[in-house]
């Protein structure tokens, strides 16, 4: 299996624009999670996916932040409009189970607003 | 809420020599897992231990759960350079898994 693929894995945007960050899912697995990770935060929960419907988005910071995973096999996290202080790595995983299995994850979007 | 909380201490050591991370948590869970980061990587799942499981092996790591101290260690024997990585344990339980901040190693060649 190919795992969780992110794209893409560096972007530099300026503050105001519109980010779009890409994930596929490892096949089979009926959960996706967003994650940020920052020096200061550590790795934070944004929101999770169970079998395409959202399922607990408390941790999306603001309303700048929406997700949407129209099928199985695709997802998106969007910032719209972009502020510096947005700049992490975003991270995405998927796994069989939420809590009680190994999470997949993919290496990851370096976000930097500028 | 849980949390896995690492002993914040970051590590040097040098190769060859035994890592020894700890994690303590403050709910009940059902299990704990630990995640191995190498720099600009994803996180990577090393190992999973059931609350009902006292120590569990794979490879070269080791770890043990004390559900009444609410803690557990990740023991990495005879390190090695790849080892380098950042290592984080998370939680399980209602449904929620919760990742703490991390723990930096560094081995020596």
């Known amino acids: 299996d190919a795992g969780v693929i992110q794209s893409p894995r560096h972007e530099v945007t300026e503050m105001g624009q519109e980010v779009t960050l890409r994930c596929k899912p490892i096949s089979g697995h009926d959960y996706l999670f967003w994650y940020r990770q920052t020096m200061m935060r550590g790795l934070e929960l944004l929101i999770y996916f169970n079998n395409n419907v959202p399922i607990d988005d408390s941790g999306m910071p603001e309303d700048r932040f929406s997700a949407k995973m129209p099928n199985a096999s695709f997802s998106t996290l969007k910032i719209q409009p972009s502020e510096p202080r947005d700049s992490a790595v975003y991270f995405c995983?998927?796994?069989?189970?939420?809590?009680?299995?190994?999470?997949?994850f993919g290496d990851g979007t370096r976000l930097s607003i500028l | 809420s849980q949390q896995g909380e690492e002993d914040p201490q970051a590590l040097s050591i040098q190769e060859g020599e035994n890592a020894t991370m700890n994690c303590s948590y403050k709910?009940?869970?059902?299990?704990l897992q630990w995640y191995r980061q190498n720099s600009g990587r994803g996180l990577v799942h090393l190992i999973l231990i059931r609350s009902n499981e006292r120590e569990k092996h794979s490879g070269r790591l080791r770890v043990t759960l004390d559900t009444s101290k609410k803690s557990s260690s990740l023991l990495i024997t005879a390190s090695r350079a790849a080892d380098t990585a950042s290592y984080f344990c998370?939680?399980?339980?209602?449904?929620?898994?919760?990742f703490g901040k991390g723990n930096q190693v560094v081995v020596i060649p």
């Open positions: 995983a998927s796994s069989p189970s939420y809590s009680n299995q190994p999470q997949h």
């Open positions: 709910t009940s869970i059902n299990n």
């Open positions: 998370a939680t399980g339980g209602n449904n929620r898994l919760a």
